[in-house]
């Protein structure tokens, strides 16, 4: 069984910050992300460690059998939760596929909403196409896009045609998160 691991930021060793800013800081992923800045180092680590005692904003490390491979988060989780992801682009589709899937399951079980926010740059046409596939509906469309996904909308789409078959194959992954709490 192939492992997966979501590892709380907050828990990461100084050597994985470095690999998951590697990955962050690629140019393809800067370019589609609201913040386009190289982060160094430094300020990446002063920020995790606001973190600690902040219950509005969840940070994770995508792990796949022991190399980081990307990040997921969640923010704003008491008034507007919204969710990001990013991927190093040598990630597998498959990947890329099971993972959102299982982190919005874990999403609508863990924090008892029933709706999810992303807010993505409107040329990062992939992220608004796959935000779609997963049962995101438009809100507001501009430079910066807002949709949104309904519990009882993402659970009909994912027994749709697209998605079923990724679905399956959760149970081919060992998911495993740690987190602080």
Known sequence: MKNITLKDYRLL??????????????????????NQNIIALDKHLLWVDGLMDDTTKKYFAI?????????????DIETK????????DKVSLMLKSV????????IFSKF?????????????????SYN??????MLEDGDIVTMQLKQ??????K?????????????????KIYTLE
């Open 13 to 34: 060793t100084r050597n994985e910050h470095q690999n998951l800013l590697a990955i962050r800081n690629q140019k393809v992923i800067r370019k589609m992300s609201l």
């Open 63 to 75: 792990i796949h059998n022991d190399k980081i491979i990307g990040g997921i988060n969640i923010f």
């Open 81 to 88: 939760l919204k969710w990001g992801i990013f991927f190093d």
């Open 99 to 106: 993972i959102p899937i299982y982190f919005i399951d874990f």
């Open 112 to 128: 008892g909403c029933d709706t999810i926010y992303a807010e993505i740059k409107q040329e990062n046409i992939n992220a608004v």
């Open 132 to 137: 779609k596939n997963l049962g995101f509906e």
């Open 152 to 157: 009882d909308n993402y659970e009909k789409v």
């Open 159 to 175: 027994m749709s045609f697209l998605l079923k078959k990724i679905v399956k194959k959760i149970d081919l992954y060992n998911f």
